[in-house]
């Protein structure tokens, strides 16, 4: 299957370049902090970077609407921030305060703000597909024009419950966008290794989905993609199965010592570094220069450093609310 590809020279407005663009270094200049403060120990846990794939997430949201409902999976931090939830929201959940979006009990891969209609954040490989099927079919029961947005890697094309939610969405003609990223491994394990099929897009297409394959890494293929896919799917039309084949230059977790991989693979990839990449672009077009690029770098730099301040003045939850959301009770503030 053809890998769709944005052709340069391409025609872009500078305020939305430049807002791609800052979007990529937010994400990326947040994780490079998180690596920082979980050194410094003040991050615990599970920590998955998307460092590398920033293309995707940036490219996916401006493509949804509002009240779209997305849900993600445990490296979602990109997504999350290109969403909108408040970087400080985001920060706070990684320090485990109560001023975090899941008030702290969540931590790096539970992210949820019911607001923004993001939901999740999950630690299942592949347990947002079901979850996506069950929010579009809820969608359609209330008459609503919805498109769910479903993120998953090339793991959870492996799972069980892939087949199952891409084959009930299809059956239904549910409005879900099933969005592949596609990072080459499932945690330690190469795509080739587990999988019969390495194109995922046309095992998607067995099941009736429309389904393209797209570079993730060129953040304006992956929005003209996502606007065509959602528009779609918006009218009517059913499922659609988009794979972003993008790659991750970090290794798994902060917790993994990345033996499974070449390192001349790794720095293949980064020479397709999307930010660099689309940064040189917008170069070549004239609408980009150091003066606007250290203005964005500026912007992103206060803007975290503000996200820490606030993290690390907010408070631990009570231990007497430990048990608190166990069961169901009235809406506290």
Known sequence: MTVQQASPPFTIERDHALALLHQMLRIRRFEEKCVELYSA???????HLYIGEEAVAAGVMPALAADDAIVATYREHGQALARGLPM???????????????????????LFDAAARFYGGNAIVGGGLPLAVGVALADRMRGLNRVTACFFGDGA??????????????????????????NLYA???????????????????????PSEAIDGMDVLAVEAATARAAAEVRAGG??????????????????????????DEVERWKARDPIALFAGALREQGLLDDEAMARLEDDVAAEIADAVAFAEAGALEPVEDLTRFVYSEERRP
Request: glycine share 10%.
């Open 88 to 110: 400080r929201a985001v920060m706070a959940e990684m320090y485990g305060r109560v001023e975090g979006c899941s008030r702290g009990r969540g931590g790096s891969m539970h």
């Open 187 to 209: 945690m330690g394990t190469a795509l080739e290794r587990a999988h019969a099929r390495t194109d995922l897009a046309a095992r998607a297409a067995s099941y009736g989905l």
């Open 157 to 182: 094309a492996a799972e069980g419950v892939f087949h199952e939610s891409l084959n009930l969405a299809s059956l239904w003609q549910l409005p879900v966008l099933f969005l592949c990223e596609n």
């Open 238 to 263: 059913g499922p659609r199965f988009l794979e972003f084949r993008t790659y991750r230059f970090r290794a798994h977790s902060l917790y993994d010592p990345e033996l499974y991989r070449d390192r």
């Open 41 to 47: 120990t003040k991050i615990r846990g599970f920590v």
